[in-house]
């Protein structure tokens, strides 16, 4: 079975280019994360989706930052504009079901962005 | 609201000896606790999770943690270190309802003695 796959697994822009990152769930999985990860830090979490709905976005930051999940399975993540900041790792990661937060997470191998 | 504290940031240990990562938490909810481990270039994986069932679980690779309510503890354990449980170790906490949030800690490093 694929795991969870995101692609690019490395970007660089300038600052104040647009990005974009794709996250493909496991398949069935209803439940898809993105995830920022600082060098040195754990994830924070930007969004859940359960299925089509975003159930939490409230560590997102709506200013520059948007995320679609249509139809339910693969997901994109953009940025526009980027910030010097933004420089990070950006995880996805998918779980079975829509308990609400007591399941299993699988997570993919992350986008690493530098903005310069 | 939720929180996690990793109250180590490094631990560092000989092969062979036991292992203890310290996690407290808090949680306005019963809290769903997770540990996962994340080994340089490779993606985070689940090592545990306490769900209100059993209070020792019992992971893979030979980890066990202990859920303490009183003591609002969910320390991670292994008897006996191998050179390749050197990796970082993330806590995590999350609520059991529709509306949970989803916390990470700030991670511990652990390093392996030979």
């Known amino acids: 079975e694929a795991g969870v796959v995101q692609s690019p697994r490395y970007k660089i822009i300038e600052k104040k280019q647009p990005v974009a990152f794709w996250c493909n769930p496991i398949?069935?999985?209803?439940?898809l994360y993105w995830y920022l990860q600082n060098l040195g830090q754990g994830p924070e979490l930007l969004i859940r989706y359960e299925n089509e709905e975003a159930v939490d976005d409230s560590q997102l930051p709506k200013d520059r930052f948007s995320a679609e999940r249509l139809k339910g399975v693969d997901s994109t993540l953009k940025i526009q504009p980027a910030e010097l900041g933004d420089s990070a790792v950006y995880l996805c990661a998918s779980s079975p079901g829509t308990s609400g937060g007591a399941n299993e997470q699988f997570f993919g191998p992350g986008t690493r962005l530098t903005v310069l | 609201a939720q929180s996690v504290t990793q109250l180590d940031s490094h631990v560092s240990v000989s092969e062979g000896t036991p292992v203890l990562l310290r996690c407290n938490y808090s949680?306005?909810?019963?809290?769903?606790l997770f540990w996962y481990v994340q080994h340089p270039n490779k993606g985070l994986q689940l090592l545990l999770k306490?769900?209100?069932?059993?209070?020792l679980v019992k992971g893979i690779n030979g980890f066990e943690a202990e859920f303490k309510k009183s003591e609002t503890s969910f320390h991670l354990t292994k008897p006996s270190a191998h050179m390749s449980d050197a990796a970082e170790y993330f806590c995590v906490v999350s609520a059991y309802s529709s509306a949970s949030k989803i916390i990470f800690g700030s991670g511990t490093r652990l390093s392996i003695r030979p």
């Open positions: 949680s306005s909810y019963s809290p769903s």
């Open positions: 398949s069935g999985h209803n439940t």
């Open positions: 306490y769900t209100s069932a059993a209070t």
